[in-house]
């Protein structure tokens, strides 16, 4: 069994920072690919910043120069780094990660998700 559990949400003012943590922990073969995505009410799930195994990062085009993902690898733990923040970044924030796990002796890719953590940017 797999778990990605979050951590570091909360009401923040515009302009100010918040981190974010998300910790795998079960019976993982290797972490591949990790990532956060958002959700504000009322639209679609999107993809805020991924990070590869190898370090390799991706954002989506509102948060790039404000966020900035990283990963321990020996803690199994990825983070965001979010500063500037906007009202418009105001969403639900879920982790992502793609995992390998062994099941019956086969080794089988699959992507996992946190609980969720609430990120409010107001005044």
């Known amino acids: 069994q797999v778990q990605l559990v979050e951590s570091g949400g909360g009401l923040v003012q515009p302009g100010g920072s918040l981190r974010l943590s998300c910790a795998a922990s079960?019976?993982?073969?290797?972490?591949?690919?990790m990532g956060w995505y958002r959700q504000a009410p009322g639209k679609q799930r999107e993809l805020v910043a991924a990070i590869t195994s190898g370090g390799s990062t991706n954002y989506a085009d509102s948060v790039k120069g404000r966020f900035t993902i990283s990963r321990d690898n020996a803690k199994n733990t990825v983070y965001l780094q979010m500063n500037s923040l906007k009202p418009e970044d105001t969403a639900v924030y879920y982790c992502n990660a793609r995992i390998t796990v062994m099941v019956t002796m086969v080794l089988r890719e699959y992507d996992y998700w946190g609980q969720g953590t609430q990120v409010t940017v107001s005044s």
């Open positions: 079960g019976s993982i073969f290797s972490i591949n690919a």
